[in-house]
């Protein structure tokens, strides 16, 4: 029988009841200050869980200086702990599965974000084109980032073990690193970011070294099966780029598979077109079906896919899952709809950063739709 979106898929030491997951989606709805989950976000990702179907649960700093935004949460003090564990409490009494994305936004921050006004760091004091956002939602230009020295970045890897240990704590799943959409992972694997000079620049193996790191770290806290990457090969998003992607993604992800890890989450590059900037043209048509053969474990793959395009992909073989992201959020029920071939509900693009209930817990499920309870 061949591969469907409700067929069942082992990731990690899971069993999942399908391959709908829900993306890391930003929707910069925590409290402010303290950036702590709230009891609206709780009910928000409870509405999304469903039996044995995985979260990933939106892109969360790991300190102050990982922070980059207004209004995304934190993992790294007791209160956003506790804010943490209603919303896993929430999910895993659905039945539901969740994992946290651990998120360093390196240069794409503004100092205003950290409470000692400290500058963004990243691999190269290079500054991004673009403006970052102020913590009034406000922009305001980029400011040049301060260069790691060498002796800071085991004191960052120890900042991801500490958020992955609170992630845990609260109940987590697993944990998915965020190498993506120019970040700081991303500004020390891509070369239009990083000219260092010392053993994390220069060859690809150097450049590398930061994201393997970090991941053989989450693996010491959390164990192989508990932890995803996510990336985004030949992505635009944050000024990112690289000289050679092609030989530099593939090394990086050989060294991932050799690890063994939960699952390996790619980006397609056509989820730029038309949400932000413009496609980058040099992409190939699927990333996923690029690096397929250099990963191993289970590959789920995101951006802009629909139930036919995605269960072409199933049937080709070449992912094992797809991460819904617009779909989800005007969707409570996806996995449902999908499986039945419901319509969906219109995502409305104006509620997805900052605000309230509104855009983010009042997508009607079908049931409701119908009037039943
Ligand atoms: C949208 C707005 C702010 C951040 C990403 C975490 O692109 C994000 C993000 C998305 O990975």
Redesign the pocket.
């Known amino acids: 029988m061949s591969v469907t979106l409700h067929s069942s898929l082992r990731i990690g030491r899971y069993e999942l009841a399908h391959r709908v997951v829900m993306a890391?989606l930003?929707r910069?709805r925590a409290s402010e200050p303290g950036s702590a989950p709230t009891s609206l976000n709780a009910r928000y990702y409870g509405q999304r869980a469903s039996p044995d179907g995985l979260i990933i649960a939106?892109?969360t700093q790991i300190s102050w200086q990982g922070k980059?935004?207004p209004r995304?949460p934190g993992i790294h003090t007791d209160e956003q702990v506790a804010g943490w564990k209603g919303v896993v409490d929430a999910v895993h009494d659905k039945g539901g599965l969740i994992f946290l994305q651990l998120?360093h936004t390196g240069r794409i921050s503004h100092s205003s974000h950290r409470p000692d006004r400290g500058l963004p760091v990243s691999a190269s004091a290079i500054t991004p084109a673009g403006q970052a956002f102020g913590s009034a939602f406000e922009r305001l230009p980029y400011e040049t980032p301060r260069a790691l020295d060498t002796e800071e970045i085991p004191e960052v890897v120890e900042d991801y073990k500490r958020a992955a240990a609170r992630a845990i704590f609260a109940g987590f799943d697993g944990v998915e690193l965020?190498g993506?959409?120019g970040?700081l992972i991303d500004q020390f694997l891509q070369d239009r970011t990083n000219n260092r000079t010392d053993q994390y620049g220069g060859s690809i193996a150097n450049r590398v070294r930061f994201l393997l790191e970090v991941t053989d770290g989450l693996i010491n806290v959390c164990g192989n099966e508990r932890v995803g990457v996510r990336l985004s090969p030949f992505g635009t998003?944050g000024d990112i780029g690289d000289s050679d992607p092609l030989r530099l993604f593939a090394h990086a992800i050989e060294a991932l598979s050799a690890r063994r890890i939960a699952y390996l989450h790619l980006i397609e590059p056509r989820a730029n077109a038309g949400v932000r900037d413009e496609a980058n043209l040099d992409a190939p048509a699927s990333v996923a079906a690029l690096f397929r053969r250099a990963f191993k474990g289970p590959l789920i793959a995101s951006g802009g896919f629909t139930k036919l395009s995605a269960e072409a992909e199933l049937k080709s073989g070449t992912v094992d899952a797809i991460a819904f992201g617009r779909a989800f959020i005007a969707n409570p029920d996806l996995p449902h709809r999908l499986a039945i071939d419901a319509p969906l509900n219109a995502f409305d693009r104006r509620t997805f950063?900052g605000g309230d209930e509104r855009g983010y817990t009042d997508y009607p499920a079908l049931a409701s739709l119908r009037g039943v309870a």
């Open positions: 890391p930003t910069m939106e892109a980059g935004y995304t998120w965020h993506a959409n970040y998003v950063y």
